[in-house]
Protein backbone atom coordinates (compact mmCIF):
# COMPACT_ATOMS: atom_id res chain seq x y z
CA UNK A 1 0.00 0.00 0.00
CA UNK A 2 1.24 3.41 -0.40
CA UNK A 3 2.27 5.29 2.08
CA UNK A 4 1.03 9.36 1.12
CA UNK A 5 -1.90 9.53 -1.42
CA UNK A 6 -2.09 12.58 -3.32
CA UNK A 7 -4.82 12.06 -6.26
CA UNK A 8 -6.10 15.15 -7.05
CA UNK A 9 -5.40 16.15 -10.48
CA UNK A 10 -3.98 19.53 -11.96
CA UNK A 11 -6.05 22.00 -9.54
CA UNK A 12 -6.64 25.13 -10.20
CA UNK A 13 -7.72 28.32 -8.09
CA UNK A 14 -8.83 31.45 -8.67
CA UNK A 15 -6.13 34.37 -7.30
CA UNK A 16 -7.26 35.46 -3.63
CA UNK A 17 -9.17 32.10 -3.56
CA UNK A 18 -8.68 29.59 -0.79
CA UNK A 19 -7.86 25.93 -2.17
CA UNK A 20 -7.58 22.56 -0.59
CA UNK A 21 -5.06 19.79 -1.53
CA UNK A 22 -5.69 16.62 -0.43
CA UNK A 23 -3.49 14.00 1.38
CA UNK A 24 -4.05 10.52 2.97
CA UNK A 25 -1.22 8.52 4.82
CA UNK A 26 -0.84 5.06 5.88
CA UNK A 27 1.26 3.91 8.92
CA UNK A 28 1.07 1.55 11.51
CA UNK A 29 3.71 3.70 14.26
CA UNK A 30 1.82 5.70 16.54
CA UNK A 31 4.46 8.62 16.17
CA UNK A 32 5.34 10.14 13.05
CA UNK A 33 5.51 13.91 11.23
CA UNK A 34 3.18 15.08 8.49
CA UNK A 35 4.82 17.58 5.81
CA UNK A 36 3.84 19.93 2.81
CA UNK A 37 6.53 21.29 0.65
CA UNK A 38 6.14 23.11 -2.53
CA UNK A 39 8.10 22.88 -5.64
CA UNK A 40 8.69 25.95 -8.04
CA UNK A 41 9.92 24.56 -11.35
CA UNK A 42 12.96 26.15 -10.30
CA UNK A 43 13.15 22.28 -8.94
CA UNK A 44 13.81 23.69 -5.10
CA UNK A 45 11.92 21.97 -2.35
CA UNK A 46 10.49 24.45 -0.16
CA UNK A 47 9.15 23.45 3.57
CA UNK A 48 5.65 25.13 3.94
CA UNK A 49 4.29 23.32 7.59
CA UNK A 50 4.94 20.43 9.77
CA UNK A 51 2.24 18.56 11.94
CA UNK A 52 3.64 15.73 14.24
CA UNK A 53 1.09 12.95 15.21
CA UNK A 54 0.62 13.97 18.52
CA UNK A 55 -0.34 17.61 18.17
CA UNK A 56 -3.56 18.32 19.26
CA UNK A 57 -4.01 21.32 16.94
CA UNK A 58 -3.88 22.05 13.70
CA UNK A 59 -0.87 23.76 12.25
CA UNK A 60 -1.01 26.98 10.50
CA UNK A 61 1.88 28.78 9.21
CA UNK A 62 0.86 32.23 7.73
CA UNK A 63 -1.36 31.49 4.69
CA UNK A 64 -0.78 27.65 5.31
CA UNK A 65 -2.68 25.50 7.35
CA UNK A 66 -3.00 21.68 7.78
CA UNK A 67 -6.16 20.18 8.44
CA UNK A 68 -5.52 17.03 10.45
CA UNK A 69 -7.49 14.20 10.92
CA UNK A 70 -5.69 11.48 12.50
CA UNK A 71 -8.35 8.63 12.20
CA UNK A 72 -9.12 9.48 8.98
CA UNK A 73 -5.42 9.58 8.35
CA UNK A 74 -5.52 12.47 6.37
CA UNK A 75 -3.33 15.65 6.28
CA UNK A 76 -4.53 18.12 3.68
CA UNK A 77 -3.00 21.89 3.10
CA UNK A 78 -5.04 24.17 3.10
CA UNK A 79 -3.76 27.80 1.40
CA UNK A 80 -6.02 30.70 1.76
CA UNK A 81 -6.03 33.90 -0.12
CA UNK A 82 -3.98 32.48 -3.01
CA UNK A 83 -1.13 34.14 -4.82
CA UNK A 84 0.35 33.69 -8.97
CA UNK A 85 3.27 32.83 -6.67
CA UNK A 86 1.81 29.62 -5.53
CA UNK A 87 1.31 27.87 -9.11
CA UNK A 88 3.77 25.51 -8.25
CA UNK A 89 4.14 21.52 -7.38
CA UNK A 90 2.99 20.35 -3.97
CA UNK A 91 4.20 17.17 -1.67
CA UNK A 92 3.19 15.99 1.24
CA UNK A 93 5.60 13.88 2.68
CA UNK A 94 5.80 11.65 6.21
CA UNK A 95 8.22 10.80 8.42
CA UNK A 96 7.47 7.47 10.51
CA UNK A 97 9.12 6.61 13.67
CA UNK A 98 9.90 7.88 17.31
CA UNK A 99 13.23 9.30 18.55
CA UNK A 100 16.32 7.71 17.35
CA UNK A 101 14.79 6.42 13.88
CA UNK A 102 16.53 7.87 10.46
CA UNK A 103 14.51 10.89 9.63
CA UNK A 104 13.88 9.81 5.85
CA UNK A 105 10.81 11.16 4.44
CA UNK A 106 8.37 9.57 2.47
CA UNK A 107 6.59 11.19 -0.24
CA UNK A 108 3.62 11.61 -2.52
CA UNK A 109 3.36 11.98 -6.11
CA UNK A 110 2.62 15.15 -5.73
CA UNK A 111 -0.21 17.89 -7.21
CA UNK A 112 -0.15 20.52 -9.95
CA UNK A 113 -1.55 23.88 -8.37
CA UNK A 114 -2.38 26.61 -10.72
CA UNK A 115 -3.34 30.06 -9.63
CA UNK A 116 -5.55 32.34 -11.81
CA UNK A 117 -5.34 35.78 -12.12
CA UNK B 1 17.05 30.39 0.37
CA UNK B 2 17.23 27.55 3.07
CA UNK B 3 21.47 27.71 3.25
CA UNK B 4 21.82 24.32 1.61
CA UNK B 5 23.59 24.64 -1.26
CA UNK B 6 24.54 22.26 -3.87
CA UNK B 7 26.68 21.95 -6.96
CA UNK B 8 26.74 21.40 -10.05
CA UNK B 9 23.28 22.72 -10.84
CA UNK B 10 23.55 20.72 -14.04
CA UNK B 11 25.92 17.45 -15.36
CA UNK B 12 25.85 15.70 -18.62
CA UNK B 13 27.63 12.01 -18.50
CA UNK B 14 26.82 8.60 -20.80
CA UNK B 15 25.99 5.65 -19.62
CA UNK B 16 29.00 3.80 -17.43
CA UNK B 17 30.82 6.87 -15.99
CA UNK B 18 30.73 7.81 -12.39
CA UNK B 19 29.59 11.01 -11.39
CA UNK B 20 29.85 12.82 -7.75
CA UNK B 21 27.47 15.48 -6.61
CA UNK B 22 28.17 17.97 -3.52
CA UNK B 23 26.44 19.13 -0.69
CA UNK B 24 26.61 21.91 2.39
CA UNK B 25 24.15 21.94 4.63
CA UNK B 26 22.83 24.64 6.58
CA UNK B 27 24.57 25.90 9.35
CA UNK B 28 23.76 24.20 13.04
CA UNK B 29 22.33 21.01 10.93
CA UNK B 30 24.16 17.68 11.61
CA UNK B 31 22.47 15.34 8.77
CA UNK B 32 22.17 15.24 5.72
CA UNK B 33 19.92 13.34 3.30
CA UNK B 34 20.07 12.18 -0.63
CA UNK B 35 16.54 12.21 -2.70
CA UNK B 36 16.37 11.05 -6.58
CA UNK B 37 13.36 12.58 -8.11
CA UNK B 38 12.80 10.95 -11.35
CA UNK B 39 10.42 13.53 -13.80
CA UNK B 40 6.97 13.62 -13.10
CA UNK B 41 7.34 11.65 -9.51
CA UNK B 42 7.96 12.46 -5.78
CA UNK B 43 11.40 12.03 -4.14
CA UNK B 44 12.80 8.73 -3.27
CA UNK B 45 15.30 8.14 -0.35
CA UNK B 46 18.53 7.40 -1.28
CA UNK B 47 20.43 7.46 2.41
CA UNK B 48 20.85 9.91 5.28
CA UNK B 49 24.33 10.44 6.83
CA UNK B 50 24.50 11.60 10.64
CA UNK B 51 28.05 12.00 12.17
CA UNK B 52 29.77 11.22 9.20
CA UNK B 53 28.37 7.70 9.35
CA UNK B 54 25.10 6.30 7.05
CA UNK B 55 22.05 5.87 9.14
CA UNK B 56 19.59 4.69 7.08
CA UNK B 57 19.63 3.78 3.43
CA UNK B 58 16.46 3.29 0.54
CA UNK B 59 16.00 0.79 -2.32
CA UNK B 60 19.03 1.50 -4.08
CA UNK B 61 21.62 -1.08 -5.54
CA UNK B 62 25.47 -0.26 -3.55
CA UNK B 63 26.62 1.52 -6.72
CA UNK B 64 25.35 4.95 -5.20
CA UNK B 65 27.40 5.62 -2.02
CA UNK B 66 28.11 8.81 0.06
CA UNK B 67 30.39 10.45 1.91
CA UNK B 68 29.72 13.15 5.30
CA UNK B 69 32.91 15.45 6.07
CA UNK B 70 33.26 16.64 9.92
CA UNK B 71 31.97 20.08 8.78
CA UNK B 72 28.63 18.21 7.72
CA UNK B 73 28.89 18.54 4.04
CA UNK B 74 27.93 15.87 1.97
CA UNK B 75 28.99 13.89 -0.92
CA UNK B 76 26.66 11.41 -3.59
CA UNK B 77 28.60 9.18 -5.87
CA UNK B 78 27.04 7.16 -8.55
CA UNK B 79 29.07 4.71 -10.13
CA UNK B 80 28.21 3.15 -13.44
CA UNK B 81 25.52 5.28 -14.81
CA UNK B 82 22.48 3.70 -16.21
CA UNK B 83 19.90 5.90 -18.61
CA UNK B 84 17.71 5.64 -15.44
CA UNK B 85 19.60 7.78 -13.05
CA UNK B 86 18.59 10.94 -15.18
CA UNK B 87 16.80 12.84 -12.61
CA UNK B 88 16.84 15.73 -9.88
CA UNK B 89 19.17 14.52 -7.46
CA UNK B 90 18.02 16.94 -4.23
CA UNK B 91 20.27 17.09 -0.77
CA UNK B 92 18.39 18.34 2.51
CA UNK B 93 19.95 18.79 5.57
CA UNK B 94 18.48 18.51 9.71
CA UNK B 95 19.09 18.44 12.77
CA UNK B 96 19.58 15.09 14.98
CA UNK B 97 19.35 16.19 18.55
CA UNK B 98 21.33 13.98 21.37
CA UNK B 99 18.05 12.17 22.41
CA UNK B 100 17.48 11.13 18.77
CA UNK B 101 14.53 13.74 17.96
CA UNK B 102 14.93 14.71 14.25
CA UNK B 103 13.87 18.48 13.12
CA UNK B 104 12.45 19.72 9.94
CA UNK B 105 14.26 18.67 6.56
CA UNK B 106 15.11 21.69 4.39
CA UNK B 107 16.18 20.85 1.04
CA UNK B 108 19.35 22.36 -1.44
CA UNK B 109 18.04 23.92 -5.10
CA UNK B 110 19.18 20.48 -6.70
CA UNK B 111 21.38 18.82 -9.30
CA UNK B 112 19.66 17.63 -13.01
CA UNK B 113 21.62 15.12 -13.64
CA UNK B 114 21.52 13.51 -17.34
CA UNK B 115 22.32 10.07 -18.33
CA UNK B 116 23.14 9.72 -22.64
Known amino acids: AQKITQTQPGMFVQEKEAVTLDCTYD???????LFWYKQPSSGEMIFLIY??????QNATEGRYSLNFQKARKSANLVISASQLGDSAMYFC??????????????FGKGITLSVRP | ETGVTQSPTHLIKTRGQQVTLRCSSQ?????VSWYQQALGQGPQFIFQ???????GRGNFPPRFSGLQFPNYSSELNVNALELDDSALYLC???????????????FGPGTRLTVL
Open chain 1, 93 to 106: AMREGGSGANSKLT
Open chain 2, 92 to 106: ASSRLTGTGVADTQY
Open chain 2, 27 to 31: SGHNT
Open chain 1, 51 to 56: QGSYDE
Open chain 2, 49 to 55: YYREEEN
Open chain 1, 27 to 33: TSDQSYG
